[in-house]
């Protein structure tokens, strides 16, 4: 069956500017998750849901990202005001359940703020 | 602390042979697993192998085992006869069991493989 998929691949934004990131998971997957990952480093986690609602927003950096989920299924995460220190590669996973269920990652977006 | 530490930046192998990856954890939850994924040039993190604080059996999946060693708070991840394929960067995560609602994966900084033909 199909992957996790991520749109757009690469996103090249200006400082200030207001990106969306789409994240659609493994049909039936009911956890999904979003990590952040700059040039040299492992993922780091930002937040993730079970269903529509955000169960764990503990990773977001500040208050200019934001992410929704609104049928459970396909999540945005939203960046506002963006800046250069956001260039990284935001990437989505998902798993059948939160109770110890691997997580599939995606391709990951690849952002690049100018 | 670091919670996931690898502290090899860059390993070489020669193809055929096997070859180690290094990982130690921190943690004082008695519930928790441990994974590898592999990250090719290509970006994607592909799932390797997970191994439970509470199974007695070091994990295997076709040429990947883990090396589960729970004193040590060590999850090597061994890799037989290394293919020209398993170029990548590997990273060691571990999901903490107890705190309610969090299911986060913490990685390590990775471990980039370079196989020798």
């Known amino acids: 069956g199909a992957g996790v998929s991520q749109t757009p691949s690469n996103k090249v934004t200006e400082k200030g500017k207001y990106v969306e990131l789409r994240c659609d998971p493994i049909?039936?997957?009911?956890?999904l998750y979003w990590y952040r990952q700059s040039l040299g480093q492992g993922p780091e986690f930002l937040i993730y849901?079970?269903?529509?609602?955000?169960?764990?927003d503990s990773g977001l950096p500040n208050d200019r990202f934001f992410a929704v989920r609104p049928e459970g299924s396909v999540s945005t995460l939203k960046i506002q005001r963006t800046e250069r220190g956001d260039s990284a590669v935001y990437l989505c996973?998902?798993?059948?359940?939160?109770?110890?269920?691997?997580?599939?990652f995606g391709p990951g977006t690849r952002l690049l703020v100018l | 602390a670091q919670k996931i530490t690898q502290t090899q930046p860059g390993m070489f192998v020669q193809e055929k042979e096997a070859v180690t990856l290094d990982c130690t954890y921190d943690t004082s939850d008695q519930s928790y697993g441990l994974f590898w994924y592999k990250q090719p040039s290509s970006g994607e993190m592909i799932f390797l192998i997970y191994q439970g604080s509470y199974d007695e059996q070091n994990a295997t999946e076709g040429r990947y085992s883990l090396n589960f060693q729970k004193a040590r708070k060590s999850a090597n991840l061994v890799i037989s006869a290394s293919q020209l394929g398993d170029s990548a960067m590997y990273f060691c995560a571990m999901r903490e069991g107890a705190r309610a609602g969090s299911y986060q994966l913490t990685f390590g900084k990775g471990t980039k493989l370079s196989v020798i033909p």
């Open positions: 849901f079970q269903g529509t609602g955000a169960a764990d």
């Open positions: 996973a998902s798993s059948l359940n939160t109770n110890l269920q691997t997580q599939y």
């Open positions: 049909s039936g997957h009911t956890a």
